[in-house]
């Protein structure tokens, strides 16, 4: 006849510190890795979010300067004073065409575009160009045929070539934005 022998289960002493240790340790790396994230992702969130200044600009101020026929005509501003710019053209589907580039300071400091149809000063469109500018942050700027020299727009018609700065704000650097009226 054989003897039984009893079974003993669980965990040795040595077993259970071996595996407290090692769960510290992947809760230390978890617990520095989370604060680094969260940490970091306010600036990455904010360096994103002015990235997309430069490619909306594009999109949008470069056909309004090729379509333009006026630069800041007298007396004529899309959606409240104070614009950078206002560019001016007949279009065949909606009259009077008005975009006015300004910074609005209702909720930060941001470029907005705003588009004024059928010669009416009320935007129809107000379009947020660049989310998070400096102070001042944008400007625009015509080149001097006569002085090759990029200047205030003071000659409205006459004007061919408008580059638009814009300075970011949280260092995302200044870019500009070169474009050529095709109306003549």
Not at 78 to 91: F, I, K, M
């Amino acid at each position: 006849m054989t003897a039984r022998r009893a079974r003993q289960d669980g965990f040795t002493l040595v077993e259970l510190v071996m595996a407290i240790a090692i769960l510290g340790i992947i809760s230390v790396t978890v617990g520095v890795v989370s604060s680094v994230m969260f940490r970091t992702v306010g600036s990455s969130q904010a360096r994103l979010t002015e990235t997309r200044g430069p490619r909306y600009a594009s999109v949008y101020w470069i056909p309004d300067v090729g379509s333009t026929e006026t630069v800041n005509p007298a007396g004529t501003v899309c959606g409240g004073a104070g614009p950078l710019v206002t560019l001016q053209w007949n279009d065949d589907r909606t009259g009077l065409t008005t975009v006015s580039y300004a910074i609005d300071t209702t909720s930060g400091r941001i470029l907005v575009r705003r588009l004024c149809t059928n010669g009416s000063t009320t935007p129809t469109r107000t379009t947020t160009i660049a989310p998070s500018i400096a102070t001042p942050g944008a400007e625009v700027k015509c080149f001097d045929n006569t002085t090759s020299t990029w200047s205030a727009c003071t000659t409205p018609d006459t004007d061919k070539s408008l580059r638009l700065m814009v300075t970011g704000a949280h260092g995302g650097g200044t870019f500009n934005i070169d474009a050529v009226r095709e109306v003549t």
